[in-house]
Each structure stands twice: as C-alpha cells, then as structure tokens.
C-alpha cells in the first residue's frame, strides 16, 4: 500500500500525513509541479493554507499540474482524500460537491470533536462501523460545508455523507452537520476535521488512523 | 479595456460577514442599514472582454456559492449572472 501526499505552496500539514501514512504503509512526498503520482494508490491531498487561500480556499491549488493527474486518478476510481484546504481544493476542482464558506463565527477554530461515521462503506471508512464515534481534531476557519438543499438531499439518499459533527459538536454552521462528503461512487472522499493528527494515544486520540487503515483495506 | 467584476455570496446563502458589519454600523450611530453583503472587487485589463464571462465561472467567482457582475465599457456597460 503506497500513498503519495501532495505539497502544495502554503500546505502545512503532509508532514503529519506523511507520518499518519506511514503507520499503515509506504508513504512518499508529492511535490504540486509533479505530472505523476509516483505510483501510489492512495492520494492525499493535506490540510494548510495552499496559495495563501488567495481568492478563495482551494481555487488556486486546483491549477497545479499534478491535480491534472489526480483528476484522473479519481475518475479511474483511485483512492483519494482531501483534508481540510486538501477538502476545499477537491470542491473547488469539481471532484466533490458542493463548498466550503467561511464559518458563522468568522473566527479560526482549534478543538477536537466527535464525528459520527454515517456511511462506513466508502474507501476510506471502511474500518470504521456505521455509527461509531471518531475523536478528531478540527482546525479551521472556512469549513461551513454548503450545498443548495435539493443536492444535499440527494447526498443523504447516495450515502454520500460520510461524517456529520456528532450532536453537540457541530461549531462552524455547516448544512446539516456535515464534516465529510464522498463523490457518487465513494473512492473521493473529504472532510474538514484532520485525522492525521489523531494517530497516537499520546496527543489524545488515535482515532484518525481509522481513515488510512480503510484505504488500505481496499488496496489489499 | 479595464473591467471590474463584483463577486458576492449568492442570495439566500448566510453571509456572516454582512451581518457583522450590519451589526457594527449602529454602534456608530448608522441607523436604518439593512442587507449588508461582503464580496470581493476584481479588477482587470483584457484584451477580449467577451472572455470575462468564462473567467467569473471557472475562477474568478464559484458559482455554486456566489454571484458576480462584469463592469466594462464594451460589454454592454455591465453583465450580470445570478
């Protein structure tokens, strides 16, 4: 099981899913001007702040060569996940619905939150049950998920949300608690808490291994 | 030619920031301000203003999320999609 981690200019967390990577395979750097995946099954594109978040979250990092490569990729039914900006990059670049607004509040959050694991059938929950409960922190301040009402239905009906803050948790006024989506056929998944950084019982939850444990239970 | 493209959140979406400005203005003593929005200027040169259209859709707005008007003097003073 090979994953490849995309850098972006202004990306700052694949390091930590580099690491988080590791636990459970063979893990390897993907520099954003690269035209090939370096062979990797899995692709994850990371949290940070890609291009400076100019313009919009995501718009900009949608342009670099290698998403050329993950377009296909994913639409190959290849397994990727985007995290946080890696999220916003993944709407922005049409390969999962809806956006991305900056939360109700205005302010950057950092706290862990429980997530409620809606659909444990995509590539990357799959090592998860329908309906537990991952502790996970969430860092951010664009993470309103939005999707006009008719599309978000249509998600619910396509088992197409895959994680929703847990009752209690919710704090950035996303539609119908939603933390993560999936496309239609569920290889492309994102969400906005980050489980690279809950790998280990030492910083609290090991929780988030769950998600890279999934994709290479599909690689398998 | 010199185009200006206004982009802002679409109608019916919550736009914290409009409220929070609409919120501060009485506290300077501003009454009867109502349905502040926040959006964002794009200023440009181009030579084909015909091609602004599909640069507010595949960049320089989301559609899914925002409206936008196109200002320039040779595409008919100004060109709006919402």
């Not at chain 1, 994953?3 to 990306?11: E, T």
């Not at chain 2, 602004?52 to 409206?67: H, S, T």
Request: some cysteine.
């Amino acid at each position: 099981m090979k994953f490849g981690v995309i850098q972006f200019p202004g990306s700052c967390d694949e390091r930590d899913a580099l690491a988080a990577a590791s636990r459970v395979g063979e893990a390897v750097l993907l520099w954003h001007r690269d035209h090939d995946l370096q062979g990797a099954d899995a692709v994850i594109v990371p949290g940070g702040f890609s291009y400076g978040d100019y313009l919009r979250a995501g718009a900009l990092a949608r342009f670099s060569p290698i998403m050329t490569e993950v377009e296909r990729f994913a639409r190959h039914g290849g397994l990727v996940l985007g995290i946080c900006n890696g999220f916003q990059v993944l709407c922005e670049a049409g390969l999962l619905p809806g956006a991305l607004l900056p939360n109700v509040s205005l302010r950057f959050v950092c706290r862990q939150v429980l997530l409620d694991v809606v659909n444990a059938d995509t590539s990357w929950t799959r090592a998860c049950e329908p309906g537990d409960q991952l502790s996970i922190p969430a860092k951010h301040q664009t993470g309103r998920y939005w999707a006009p009402d008719p599309v978000l239905d249509e998600l619910e009906a396509n088992g197409q949300v895959v994680l929703r803050y847990a009752t209690g948790n919710g704090f950035n006024g996303a539609a119908r608690d939603i933390a993560g989506v999936s496309n239609h056929a569920g290889n492309v998944v994102g969400l906005m808490p980050h489980p690279e950084h809950a790998v280990d019982p030492l910083t609290g939850s090991a929780d988030g291994l769950r998600l890279f444990e999934s994709a290479a239970l599909v690689a398998v | 030619m010199r185009a200006r493209v206004l982009i802002r959140p679409k109608a019916g979406i919550l736009d914290p920031q409009g409220q929070a400005v609409e919120r501060a203005l009485p506290a300077l003593g501003f009454d009867g301000v109502r349905n502040v929005h926040v959006g964002r200027l794009v200023e440009l040169d181009v030579e084909d203003p015909g091609q602004l259209p599909a640069m507010c859709e595949q960049l320089l707005a989301n559609p899914l999320i925002e409206d936008y008007e196109i200002h320039g003097g040779e595409i008919h003073g100004a060109a709006a999609r919402s």
